[in-house]
């Protein structure tokens, strides 16, 4: 697949713990970033970590990178019910193209 | 930061119509716009990329005969989806690439078509 690989698809929690979504790809990337999408909605960009950064923090968000691995992951501290949504990683190669993995739907439980 | 509209925001039409969507970056100049298409519950695939003052480059397996895109000018590129049919009902996304460092793109909230 040339999207890659996100797991869990789908990840439950309640308010208050963390969630922790994984990223896998394939070929070389520029840069990785991650996305969120409320349901029907468009798209809202999170972070984008470059290929020679290992570690990126934004507020209650922690991205990681490994290039030897081609993984990333995305750590969302002290969930709430607002950050329920579908989280996408998308990979940058070559004239800014970006190639969306599959997802993980997470809920976050009151 | 950067703004990306697209309208309309969503569509019903009948099948066999054209439906045109208008992608525009409000703020800034994109040299660069992105198509995508989103079907329920799954990821985005890109349908194409559109270079202002070019021809579209469409990704494998779309039909460039099918989905016809201009980018006339540096802040608006539009979608039409000829002949429609039900199959191509989905959740239409542009995405914008300006001046910024990284190239970051900026995406527009999305058309979404109905093909009755």
């Known amino acids: 697949s040339q999207q890659g690989e996100e797991d869990p698809q789908a990840l439950s929690i309640q308010e208050g713990e963390n969630a922790t979504m994984n990223c896998s790809y394939k070929?070389?990337?520029?840069?990785l970033q991650w996305y969120r999408q409320n349901s029907g909605r468009g798209l809202v960009h999170l972070i984008l970590?470059?290929?020679?950064?290992r570690e990126k923090h934004s507020g209650r968000l922690r991205v990681t990178l490994d290039t030897s691995k081609k993984s990333s992951s995305l750590l969302i501290t002290a969930s709430r019910a607002a950050d329920t949504a579908s989280y996408f990683c998308?990979?940058?190669?070559?004239?800014?193209?970006?190639?969306f993995g599959e997802g993980t739907q997470l809920t976050v439980n009151p | 930061g950067a703004v990306v509209s697209q309208h309309p925001s969503w569509v019903i039409c009948k099948s066999g119509t054209s439906v045109k969507i208008e992608c525009r970056s409000l703020?800034?100049?994109?040299?660069?716009m992105f198509w995508y298409r989103q079907f329920p519950k799954q990821s985005l695939m890109l349908m194409a990329t559109?270079?202002?003052?070019?021809?579209?480059?469409?990704e494998q397996g779309v039909e460039k005969d099918k989905f016809l895109i201009n980018h006339a000018s540096l802040t608006l590129s539009t979608l039409t989806v000829t002949s429609a049919h039900p199959e191509d009902s989905s959740f239409y996304i542009c995405?914008?690439?300006?001046?910024?460092?990284?190239?970051?793109?900026?995406f527009g909230p999305g058309t979404r078509l109905t093909v009755l």
């Open positions: 070929t070389s990337i520029n840069n």
């Open positions: 559109s270079n202002e003052g070019s021809k579209a480059t469409y």
């Open positions: 995405s914008a690439v300006g001046d910024y460092q990284y190239n970051e793109q900026f």
């Open positions: 970590i470059r290929s020679n950064e």
């Open positions: 703020d800034f100049q994109a040299t660069t």
């Open positions: 998308a990979k940058e190669t070559s004239g800014s193209r970006l190639t």
